[in-house]
RNA sequence: GUCCCCGUAGCUCAGUUGGAUAGAGCAUCUGCCUUCUAAGCAGAGGGUCGCGUGUUCGAAUCACGCCGGGGACACCA
């Protein structure tokens, strides 16, 4: 309903928009010479072919407003008011006019320093709950796909050590805007990159080592720059206690000890992130593996690329990369003096794989110590002869825990942190990713471990699923459901307004797509709950009167399929009972 | 030192990319269960949007300068 009330309007006011401009002389368009550039009727019709429709938040201003007049001012040098009423002027033959939009539009008005604002007609509300009747899980996607492949790549943790917190919310966030990108015309895919190669995985292998030996009864120093964590013991452990394959390590000569625990512990450990992830809910498509684009050559291929187009130069015996030609700093170093590869390398190949596969959007969700990565990042992909914009990178800001208003400590050192799995046995699941979105992305996030356990009203997750839970218990009670209802006996005010909130469902998943961040989901949804709440407790579903009831009820299982969507999309689930 | 992010109610944060009277939740106070779940609802108080200057019809939002907090500045990954 969203899509086709805002494409039909989108359309009828481009077109008023066109025909204005044609009729305003343009001796009336004079043009500053300090503003030239601004003031050109171009300009003009340039807003006009990208305005957009916005939902007021305050419902007196209508259900979708535009800007558009606001924005012509400028460079028509005319008052937004006047060219707002000349635009809701010829609008309004055109709207009554059109059999779509004389059924869904019920006013236009111009308030305010110039706000065209369109008031939708009550039979358009009731289309709205039919569609969401008739698409139910397919509520909130749009209607048009082939919004192009993307890939969004999160978590990408190194395979040495269980999951923090800190990849608990990049799964999260990375999780659901994955699933928002989907329902919003993208073809998406999840991938994690899987650094299974290289120093880190070296070190790994040689911690389990040494582990080894000292259960063995060897005397060992374990190097403080090796991983610390038990799991390395309890994995050491486990082979000591495999017979078969204890006496295959007999065998073996130091490398190949070295290149045998090393594997045993990324398979291992590996395993245990997926694990970590399954139960967190997330799903990942590919898992794409260092390893393999190193062996495949990928990574000469992609240096050889940028050295025929000159990206590349040798200098104190390394090999640099120009990325100051793309915006960058300074040159960055492809293959140290030692020969052997930068971290930028593969990730350079990576991104051209990732090109080559066909995705013109790649979204990555970063740490926030990666920040000053982007800039080398971008150069890379503009090299490649891409535009910057292709890559979008996400900076996922660190969740500080609290508990009881303290901050939890959460020292690197010594391997101790607080992991993924710990948050999720502690709070949960659906508290855990509710609360990993409440707050914008890229701002750090106070997470109070306390509130999110407590079952009670200032728990927002328990406010959102009790909506949902309450209406389940509805439907419950009701005797039986007609499969009509007459939807003209919903003239309540909190009705009109659980009606509204439905609406801007797809709205509000279009501004989280834009704008990559699905917090924005969180804050709708506890308006939309909020708006049930306060219906449920003004008026009762399940009167007397038969008709009311049925109508309510057809009205409440909109809104229960509304919630349902949007916490799955968030990965909560949405109960029956609670 | 250079660059990036942040500064909004007592606390934690939204604010639809420059729009309408700056909003939620928590905390505090006052009411509401004979009715489909009170894990709920209604109401009250609480603001110099860090400070200043500028840009324009219009600024929490943009520019510049301060003040305060955090972070990044490797031939590490």
Redesign the pocket.
Known sequence: MFEKVEKKLKSLLRETIESYLQDVPAAEIPRPE??AHKASPTAAIDLAADL?L?????K???DL?C?V???L??PL?R??QAIAQALVDRLRPALTGDPDASGWIRAVEV?????I?FFLADPALRDLLRDVAAEGREFGHCAEKGRGKALIEFVSA?PTGPLSVAHARQAAVGDSLANILAGRGYEVVREYYL?D?????RILGRSILLRYEELQGQAVDFPPDHYQGQYIVDLARELLEDQVRRGKIEKLDLPQKEDFFMEFGVERILAVIRQELEDFGVRFDSWFSQKALTKAGKIEKALDFLKEKEFLYE????LWFRSTAFGD??D??V????G?????APDIAYHQDKFRRGFGLLINLWG??????IPRMKAAVRAMGQDAEALQVIIV?LATLFRQGEPVPMSTRKGQYVTLREVLSEVGLDAARYFFL???T?????F?LE?AKQ??????V??V???H??I???L???PQQAASADLTRLIEEEERDLMRAIFSFP??LE?CS????P??LT?YL??L??AF???????????QDETL?QA?LFLIRAVMTVLANGLRIMGVSA????
């Open positions: 300090s503003q957009s916005d939902i007021p938040k305050e007196e201003f209508g407003s800007t007049a606001l924005k001012s400028r040098r008052s937004p308030k305010g320093p110039g706000f604002n190194n650094n190669e290289g120093n880190q995985i200098a104190e015996s390394a700093d300074k960055r170093v293959r140290k003096s030692d052997s590869y930068t971290y930028l926030p110590d990666h920040h000053g990565y800001q409440m707050r914008k890229d701002s750090h996030l106070d109070d509130l079952q009670t009203p200032e728990n927002p328990y406010y699923q009790y909506a839970a309450r389940a218990g509805i419950a009670h009701a709205y509000v501004i834009r704008q990559l961040d917090n924005n804050t506890q308006a709950a909020a709440h306060r219906f449920y407790d003004r008026h009762k579903v399940l009167t009831a309510r109960p029956d009972r609670m």
